[in-house]
Structure formats: C-alpha cells, structure tokens
C-alpha cells in the first residue's frame, strides 16, 4: 500500500486537527474543514487505509481516530514547517541573556523557566558539564604552614579551588615545581581526557612525600569528578495538568514522579548532546515512563564545545513546529550569550 500525496494530505489534516483539539478526528470533520476537495466517504476509506499502515489508531470505540507515534515521525521529518518565532519572541529571548551577567548556573535556571513559560510544556535542563572545557593553568598556592590551595583555571574563565593538607617542610617553591609538573601533564586537555593515573612523574618528584602525593591525588580525583555535573534544572513542572491526556491523576502523578528521577532526566539529556535539535516520540524514548510523552532538546556551546543540554517534555500530541522552533532559537541564543561571557582566550 503507497503513502500517496492524499494520504499524506489527509493525515497532516488529522495530526494539526489533534493537536490543537485533543479530540479522535472523524472523516467529516477533515472533508468538511481541510477542504480537500474529496468527500467523507473517500476520507473516511483513505483513514482505514493509513490505520492499516500503523499511521492512524482509534481509541476505545470512538468513531474518530488520533495520530500513531509513526505518524508523528513521519510529521516531523517531512510535514511540518517550523515557524519562526514573532519578533515579541525573539526580544523576549534576547532580553534574558543581556540583561545582567549572572552565574552560570543561574543562567541555566533562567533558560528553564523561559522556555516552560513559551512553551507551556515541562522544561528541563542539564547545568553545564565542565568535563568538556579545557584546563588553562593549574596552581598550587600556599595558605599557611599546613595548607594549599588547587586552582584549577578552565578556558571557559570557570575556577576550581580546593584546600589540599601539606606535610611539614614543604615550601611555596616545592608547590610550585609540582605545579609545573601539573601543568605540564594536564594544561590543554580537557576533564573528560584526564586520565588520574597517569602521574608518574609527579609519583617519582614526591618520593620522599608519599602522604602528600596520596592528597594531591584524592584531591585532583574529586575536582576532575565534580566537573560532570549531574545537576538538573526543572520548568512548569505543573504545566502537564493543562493537557487533558494529563487530566487522569494516575497518569499525573507517574508524570510528577518521572520529574523526580533526576538519574534517569539526566541519561536522557547526556545522550542528546549530538548538537542540534532532536524530537524523541513516544515509544521512541527508551524508558517506559516516558513512552507516552514526547521530547525536543537542544544543545548548547561554548564556543565549537557542547556544554550541556535543555529541553520540553510534554505529551506525544505536541505542537512540534513550536516547540523545534523554540530550543532551536534558545539554544543558539544561549550559546552566543556563554561563548561571549567565558569566551576562550588565547
């Protein structure tokens, strides 16, 4: 059976109709209001045929049908046109990002809570993983007899700083050779290409030193770690309960307890860094409680540098040319707004 240009005319009728009612779609209703040009009987024979082919389902014995996760693919790979955002929108947007320098990590927050706001869907979003920034310089800098303190400099201007013990003896000289010798096995590498083990040279300069090379590692370790942050930023959790999918309090509190997991919200935005904006559908997400729901995440950057990611979740009967349009339009403006703020220096 071929997928012709009246079927695909008549099912992009059914899925606009879907999302914009949320009500099963009769053959009536599309000969009626999508004028095109064929009666309901020939819609309503061209419907069976498309449920056939897995593209249309019918819930309970309701006469109408409602689109399949595979017409949803299918809608947006080839049938939808994205829409740009208004000018209001863009403004709106920008004016985020230029109003006042803010921390990184409220950066992130405010990106959660403006893209639920345009959206209306749940919005998520990934704090920056600073494993895939560069290290600059690394010192060590004495604080009195007993103490140092690790600077860790990455090239996105972002300072790690931890106190790290040292033994009697051990002079702001001797910290600084051995930060030569960090600096020169770690500088330009970023966190994610640091292998911990790979300290011969200083394991062979501290000989005589073995507690304060036994810190030095346990302290380097925990600041190569805490650089994959698995933080996770929530906006319009609450949102859902709009939708009447969502009216069921059942499938509510699943929702709310997903929202939860922050375990799982944070592999689900990990394996979407691949740049660009990506559509995950229904039983297309590998976890059952996000089978129902659809997904658009975004990546953004520091400089050429995939930082972390942001994304809606709402359900599978999703306003996708907004929602692609919207991540695609943030996500870009963050980036913009990161690589000018920390921007790399020579």
């Known amino acids: 059976m071929k997928l012709d240009s009246r079927k695909l005319k ?19 209703t599309v000969a009626k209001k999508y004028n095109l040009g064929i009666s309901s009987a020939t819609v309503r024979n061209e419907m069976s045929d498309l449920e056939e082919m897995g593209f249309l389902e019918q819930p309970h014995t309701s006469a109408g049908r409602i689109p399949s996760d595979k017409a949803y693919r299918l809608y947006v790979d080839k049938l939808m046109q994205v829409r740009s955002l208004s000018e209001q929108e863009a403004e709106y947007i920008k004016d985020l990002y230029e109003s006042k320098i803010m ?20 919005s998520i979003a990934l704090a920056p993983q600073l494993s895939m ?5 690394i010192q060590l800098v004495p604080v009195d007899k007993s103490l140092a303190l690790l600077v860790v400099v990455t090239s996105s201007g972002i300072l790690k700083d931890t106190l790290i013990h040292i033994p009697e003896g051990i002079d702001s000289d001797y910290l600084y050779k051995v930060s030569n010798i960090l600096n020169a096995k770690f500088r330009g590498k970023t966190f994610a290409q640091i292998d911990i083990r790979d300290l011969s040279d200083i394991r062979n300069e501290l000989a005589e030193n073995q507690k304060f090379f036994n810190s030095l590692v346990d302290v380097l370790t925990t600041s190569f770690r805490e650089a994959e942050n698995r933080e996770i930023y929530l906006g319009g959790t609450t949102n859902i309960f709009n939708f009447p999918e969502y009216q069921d309090i059942i499938r509510a509190r699943s929702f709310l307890n997903l929202m939860e997991e922050k375990d799982l919200l944070y592999n689900i935005l990990v394996n979407s860094r691949n740049g660009g904006v990506k559509v995950s559908i229904g ?15 975004a990546t953004y950057s520091l400089g050429d540098r995939v930082l972390g990611t942001i994304g809606v979740i709402g359900p599978t009967r999703m306003e996708y040319s907004r929602a692609v349009s919207i991540m695609d339009h943030m996500g870009k403006a963050l980036s913009r707004y990161l690589t000018k703020l920390y921007g790399e220096q020579p």
Do not use: F, W
């Open 103 to 122: 921390q990184l990590e409220q950066v992130i927050l405010n990106t959660a809570k403006v893209l639920s706001e345009m959206t209306n869907y749940t």
């Open 133 to 137: 920034v560069t290290i600059k310089h």
């Open 283 to 297: 039983t297309e997400n590998p976890y059952e409680e996000l089978r129902g729901c659809s997904i658009v995440t």
């Open 10 to 28: 008549i099912l992009q009728a059914i899925i606009n109709d879907y999302i914009m009612t949320a009500e099963p779609v009769g053959s009536r």
